[in-house]
């Protein structure tokens, strides 16, 4: 540990994974700064109030505002600590190229306020070989500081990667109790990286080089893509050939080394529908089956749309339901959301028949302006609309009991109503009330 004395911490960045972080840190003992470019968080937070939905997030960032441990700006001030936790997107090229662009800006500003001490970590999950590239743009930046792995005097500052590994919904929990993986540029480096984890972190911290813990956050989500890629391609597999998908994987699953994912409308988040590409872009030739996995998740979405729209097609005099929007159940996260892609498709082709249950959205996302389909609660479409299609499993959903969708024509792609009697030679997932 640093002593008995408590480092002020900077955390860049104050989305879903940087507010908890911030907040985390808080309830330590430390100190925390929390820089956002957007105003309208700072103000939020400063207020003791959050912008994002998470369980508990509420009290705990209030309670820390209060106590003084943590305040949010605009502006970057000088701290001992350094956590960037700010976005990694794709470049607009067509080609799912990582965009490090926020990852550098933010290495910028740390940079301006950054002294001799410092530990510099950066969170945000990134290709291979990101944290030396920040590590030589602030050692540019900073020629009066030395920089680990630059030299072979004992450097000014530490420099370190440490991804999280969290569950939306479960974030502050898994947060504290979730193993670390930590790569340092140096073993140095590691080993202060550890010393700060081991403040807030219940669950064992393994300090390893950037470029592994780099890499091993990429794999766990390809692994987690590959995986479900095969339980989507069986369920496209299942409706050619008028099989029930959720019966055949129970059944499989019996089997003492099977362990088959639920399969869905498609694969949403910022981490598993992204992360693949990044090891594809950096070895494009050598990621056949990660590439392949990733094609297969994006064209269940296109499945998904194809066969809801000839169901809604077929029952012309019915209003639909499409049940969720967010790209897993029960937050309110709607990123990369194969849910909200097909729902959109939908009302783009079908206009105001389509109707949207979202509890955890207050109002429709943009691409829905103009269509005429609207949101509507979850009582009024189980009254109002004769076709339902789920597509994120909310708990919400789940426990419609049976006698509610007595009459309806259903397209569970979640297989969330497994009482729903189905109708011989249906398509995938289609449950009819007979």
């Given at each position: 540990m640093m002593g008995d004395v408590k480092p002020d911490v900077c955390v860049v960045g104050l989305g879903y994974i940087g507010l908890?972080?911030?907040?985390?840190i808080a309830r330590a003992g430390c100190k925390v700064l929390g820089l956002d470019v957007s105003q309208d968080v700072v103000d939020t937070i400063n207020r003791g109030e959050i912008h994002i939905e998470e369980v508990d997030l509420d009290g705990l960032v209030h309670g820390v505002v209060q106590r003084g441990l943590l305040r949010a700006s605009t502006q970057i001030e000088p701290a001992d600590v350094f956590?960037?936790?700010v976005p990694t997107p794709f470049e607009k090229d067509g080609h799912h190229t990582p965009d490090i662009s926020y990852v550098l800006a933010a290495a910028t500003?740390?940079?301006a306020v950054l002294k001799a001490g410092d530990t510099v970590i950066l969170e945000s999950t990134s290709p291979v070989g990101t944290t030396e590239q920040m590590r030589d743009l602030m050692a540019g930046l900073r020629p009066d500081l030395k920089f680990p792995?630059?030299?072979?005097?004992?450097?000014?500052?530490?420099?370190a990667y440490c991804p999280e590994r969290v569950l939306p919904g479960r974030i502050l929990e898994e947060l504290t109790n979730n193993d670390r993986s930590i790569g340092g540029i140096?073993?140095?480096c590691a080993r202060k990286a550890l010393a700060f984890y081991k403040r807030f972190v219940r669950g064992t911290c393994v300090t390893t080089d950037a470029r592994s813990a780099e890499m091993t956050k990429l794999v766990e989500n390809a692994y987690r893509d590959v995986n479900i890629a095969f339980a989507n391609e069986l369920s496209i597999v299942a409706d050619r050939m008028g099989l029930d998908v959720w019966e055949v994987i129970r059944l499989a699953n019996r089997h003492p080394r099977v362990n088959i994912l639920q399969p869905g409308p498609g694969v949403g988040g910022h981490c598993i529908a992204v992360d693949p590409w990044f090891i594809v872009a950096g070895a494009p030739d050598e990621t056949p089956l990660i590439r392949t996995a990733r094609n297969v998740n994006d064209g269940k979405m296109h499945h998904v749309v194809k066969k809801a729209a000839e169901l809604v097609a077929a029952h012309p005099h019915e209003k639909v339901a499409c049940l969720g929007l967010a790209f897993k159940a029960n937050i309110d996260d709607f990123r990369e959301s194969p849910a909200r892609y097909v729902a959109a498709s939908?009302?783009?082709?079908f206009g105001s028949r389509i109707h949207v249950v979202e509890p955890y959205a207050a109002q429709l996302p943009r691409e829905f302006e103009g269509t005429g389909a609207v949101r509507i609660d979850l009582d009024s479409a189980l009254e109002d609309c004769g076709v339902l299609i789920v597509l994120v499993d909310h708990d919400v959903f789940k426990v419609v009991p049976l006698a509610e969708r007595q009459g309806k024509v259903v397209y569970?792609?979640?297989?969330?109503?497994?009482d729903q009697p189905a109708m011989p030679n249906v398509i995938e997932g289609l449950r009819l009330a007979g």
């Amino acid at each position: 540990m640093m002593g008995d004395v408590k480092p002020d911490v900077c955390v860049v960045g104050l989305g879903y994974i940087g507010l908890p972080t911030a907040a985390i840190i808080a309830r330590a003992g430390c100190k925390v700064l929390g820089l956002d470019v957007s105003q309208d968080v700072v103000d939020t937070i400063n207020r003791g109030e959050i912008h994002i939905e998470e369980v508990d997030l509420d009290g705990l960032v209030h309670g820390v505002v209060q106590r003084g441990l943590l305040r949010a700006s605009t502006q970057i001030e000088p701290a001992d600590v350094f956590v960037i936790a700010v976005p990694t997107p794709f470049e607009k090229d067509g080609h799912h190229t990582p965009d490090i662009s926020y990852v550098l800006a933010a290495a910028t500003q740390v940079a301006a306020v950054l002294k001799a001490g410092d530990t510099v970590i950066l969170e945000s999950t990134s290709p291979v070989g990101t944290t030396e590239q920040m590590r030589d743009l602030m050692a540019g930046l900073r020629p009066d500081l030395k920089f680990p792995g630059t030299m072979r005097e004992t450097p000014d500052v530490a420099i370190a990667y440490c991804p999280e590994r969290v569950l939306p919904g479960r974030i502050l929990e898994e947060l504290t109790n979730n193993d670390r993986s930590i790569g340092g540029i140096t073993p140095r480096c590691a080993r202060k990286a550890l010393a700060f984890y081991k403040r807030f972190v219940r669950g064992t911290c393994v300090t390893t080089d950037a470029r592994s813990a780099e890499m091993t956050k990429l794999v766990e989500n390809a692994y987690r893509d590959v995986n479900i890629a095969f339980a989507n391609e069986l369920s496209i597999v299942a409706d050619r050939m008028g099989l029930d998908v959720w019966e055949v994987i129970r059944l499989a699953n019996r089997h003492p080394r099977v362990n088959i994912l639920q399969p869905g409308p498609g694969v949403g988040g910022h981490c598993i529908a992204v992360d693949p590409w990044f090891i594809v872009a950096g070895a494009p030739d050598e990621t056949p089956l990660i590439r392949t996995a990733r094609n297969v998740n994006d064209g269940k979405m296109h499945h998904v749309v194809k066969k809801a729209a000839e169901l809604v097609a077929a029952h012309p005099h019915e209003k639909v339901a499409c049940l969720g929007l967010a790209f897993k159940a029960n937050i309110d996260d709607f990123r990369e959301s194969p849910a909200r892609y097909v729902a959109a498709s939908l009302a783009r082709q079908f206009g105001s028949r389509i109707h949207v249950v979202e509890p955890y959205a207050a109002q429709l996302p943009r691409e829905f302006e103009g269509t005429g389909a609207v949101r509507i609660d979850l009582d009024s479409a189980l009254e109002d609309c004769g076709v339902l299609i789920v597509l994120v499993d909310h708990d919400v959903f789940k426990v419609v009991p049976l006698a509610e969708r007595q009459g309806k024509v259903v397209y569970d792609t979640r297989g969330i109503w497994s009482d729903q009697p189905a109708m011989p030679n249906v398509i995938e997932g289609l449950r009819l009330a007979g």
